[in-house]
């Protein structure tokens, strides 16, 4: 059986300061908050993955998957 959601390490200087914890769930990754995160951790994140959407709901940002091609 595969894993849906795995944790990741959140001590790595590329989250932003007060993570509490990053996990995945197919391409999507969510990190978690202690708190609300800033406009600037978004930028920090979105900066780590290029090319994708990243959302911002208060404690929480979500790397959404890529967009699957078209036609398939």
Do not use: K, N, Q
Not at 3 to 14: K, L, M, P, V, Y
């Amino acid at each position: 059986m595969e894993t849906i959601r795995a944790h990741e390490d959140s001590g790595e200087d590329t989250w932003p300061l007060g993570t509490r914890a990053v996990s995945r769930i197919g391409s999507a990754c969510v990190i978690e908050g202690t708190g609300d995160f800033a406009p600037e951790d978004l930028h920090l994140v979105r900066r780590r993955f290029p090319g994708r959407y990243v959302t911002l709901d208060g404690d929480v940002i979500t790397v959404w998957p890529p967009p699957s091609p078209r036609g398939r």
